[in-house]
């Protein structure tokens, strides 16, 4: 099953290259110099040998995983307050979803003013990319344990911090994994919008440059790459983790 979905995917994959090579030999996007599959190729290729996507990569890399660290610790402690406080949520709760629906692109000239065109500002980004949406569904998970739960918790005798630790916390694994899912989606993403406007390095400040000297091959190129990345990461860790867990929960 799983290898005629990748032949279905190889196959779909070639005719999307097929067609784009037909469209530009036919020069029908001639007027937008887009580029043909080959030359983004070429740019791939040269910009991996020579190292300069290597060393875009690995300050990406670097920025993500600091800035999603510091994302799902801060939304893990802010979505346990709403969801264990009545009042925080009454309150504080309601703004969590419009914070969560402003897009990363507004927060990069706040950055900018902060912590100017540093490696902080792309970090601030990030953070706040993936900190709301963790703590939504942190919050969730806490308000979604079964009461049946609490209930025969309470009749063995458990409460207070033991409650929260042996029961809430088990309980709450499947939303943790959808939240740490999709905090890593918003980071990635809110990764490239701090990248485009910063000085230092990274994939989207390559994309910027590529931008700058009209290199349309280059920016397809990094295009790809981003891409490629966030699908690749998605499918082999962090939805494999997620259908594992919601698989052993009894939840798939």
């Avoid at 910009?47 to 890399?61: C, I, K, N, Q």
């Avoid at 950055?111 to 792309?122: D, K, Q």
């Avoid at 998970?141 to 609490?150: G, N």
Wanted: glycine share 10%; hydrophobic share 55%.
């Amino acid at each position: 099953m799983k290898l005629n979905i990748l032949i279905k995917r190889i196959l779909f994959l070639v005719a999307v290259l097929g067609i784009w090579q037909l469209i530009f030999t036919l020069g029908i996007l001639e007027e937008i110099i887009f580029p043909s599959p080959t030359s983004v190729g070429e740019a791939l290729y040269n910009g991996f040998t020579r190292g300069d996507f290597v060393g875009a990569l690995g300050a990406s890399f670097k920025h993500l995983f600091i800035g999603l660290f510091m994302a799902i610790a801060f939304g893990t402690i802010l979505g346990v307050i709403l969801g264990k406080s009545k009042q925080a949520d009454e309150t504080a709760g309601m703004y969590l979803i419009a914070m969560q629906s402003i897009p990363s692109i507004v927060w990069v000239p706040l950055a900018i003013m902060l912590f100017g065109f540093s490696e902080f500002a792309v970090i601030f980004v990030v953070v706040l990319g993936g900190t709301f949406v963790m703590a939504l569904n942190v919050r969730t998970a806490i308000q979604s344990v079964p009461p049946q739960f609490l209930r025969a918790a309470k009749t063995m005798g458990t409460s207070g911090f033991r409650m929260f630790f042996r029961v809430e916390v088990p309980s709450s694994v499947p939303y943790f994994m959808t939240g740490l899912r999709l905090a890593w989606a918003f980071s990635w993403r809110a990764l490239m919008a701090g990248e485009l406007l910063s000085n230092g390095p990274g994939l989207g400040y390559s994309l910027a440059y590529a931008q700058d000297y009209a290199r349309m091959d280059q920016v397809v190129a990094i295009i790809v790459i981003i891409g490629v990345i966030g699908a690749f990461a998605d499918q082999l860790v962090f939805s494999k983790l997620e259908k594992n867990v919601r698989s052993r929960w009894g939840l798939a």
